[in-house]
């Protein structure tokens, strides 16, 4: 498919869940494995590939992640959620050929559908700084072109991502998702019912 520009999916799924008593990737809502119904939306939204980083109990994650997706362990997941990002980023600039941008998206949005996957990735290109908006407020899933993986894996840490990558710049474009979607995350159990 020339021309066609490509976004991979990036899951980031490997912390421990602190405050949800359990790693989030591991629990079940409406029957799936969170880590599951995650790849599953990225991968029916036509991300290609779909890469699901793991950490904590990540054998056990394992065997939750879909076929179609392809798994990276994250060994210094402990520090938060910029390891994660950082073995993402780095598993996919090794894809070859590249994809023009990764659509980063987390294990704990139970309201973020493959609508919102494909609305995102309209806008895909290897320059492109997108994040979904819900209510006028930025969330995820968040679209990065390729030009700038290697500067967000070499600013991400602790348990930050690329939140202090984003925060000065002004070419961040808000796509509004909150007519097919909802940005909230699912922090305890309770609240991945609405």
Request: glycine share 12%; aromatic share 4%; net charge negative.
């Amino acid at each position: 498919m020339s021309g066609q520009r490509t976004t991979a999916g990036l899951l980031l799924a490997a912390g421990q869940g602190s405050r949800f008593g359990m790693p989030k990737a591991l629990a079940t809502h409406r029957g799936a494995a969170l880590v599951t119904r995650a790849a599953d939306l990225l991968l029916d939204g036509g991300c290609d590939p779909v890469v699901v980083v793991l950490g904590a109990r990540a054998e056990a994650a394992r065997p939750l992640v879909p076929d179609g997706a392809r798994v990276v362990v994250a060994d210094d997941w402990a520090e938060g959620m910029g390891a994660s990002l950082r073995a993402g980023l780095r598993a996919l600039a090794d894809v070859d050929p590249p994809p023009d941008a990764a659509l980063v998206h987390l294990v704990d949005l139970p309201d973020v559908g493959a609508d919102v996957v494909m609305r995102m990735r309209a806008r895909a290109s290897t320059d492109v700084v997108a994040r979904a908006a819900y209510a006028g407020a930025p969330g995820h899933p968040v679209l990065f072109g390729r030009r700038w993986w290697a500067e967000i894996a070499a600013q991400a840490c602790g348990d930050r991502g690329a939140r202090d990558w984003l925060r000065p710049r002004d070419d961040v474009r808000l796509v509004d998702c909150g007519d097919i979607g909802g940005g909230r995350d699912a922090d305890t159990p309770e609240l991945l019912d609405p």
